[in-house]
């Protein structure tokens, strides 16, 4: 299974994450970032995986394998 973090939840962010969330086959979403705290806090919780505000340290998880 490829572990995969997203950076950026824009518009279209926001549309890749919800169809990785849902299942995408060989893929699953572990992990998201966004600058404003706030609110990929509340993305994180929403899609039950790891937030980020850097993405420095989205692209350090050594549970993310590849990241879009």
Not at 7 to 17: E, P, V
Not at 21 to 48: F, H, I, N, T, Y
Not at 54 to 67: I, N, Q, S, T, Y
């Amino acid at each position: 299974m490829l572990q995969v973090g997203l950076i950026g939840l824009g518009i279209h962010g926001q549309r890749y994450a919800r169809h990785l969330a849902q299942g995408m086959p060989g893929m699953r979403l572990v992990a998201v970032c966004r600058r404003q705290r706030a609110e990929v806090e509340r993305a994180g919780r929403e899609l039950g995986v790891t937030a980020y505000s850097d993405p420095e340290a989205l692209l350090d998880d050594p549970e993310v394998h590849a990241v879009l």
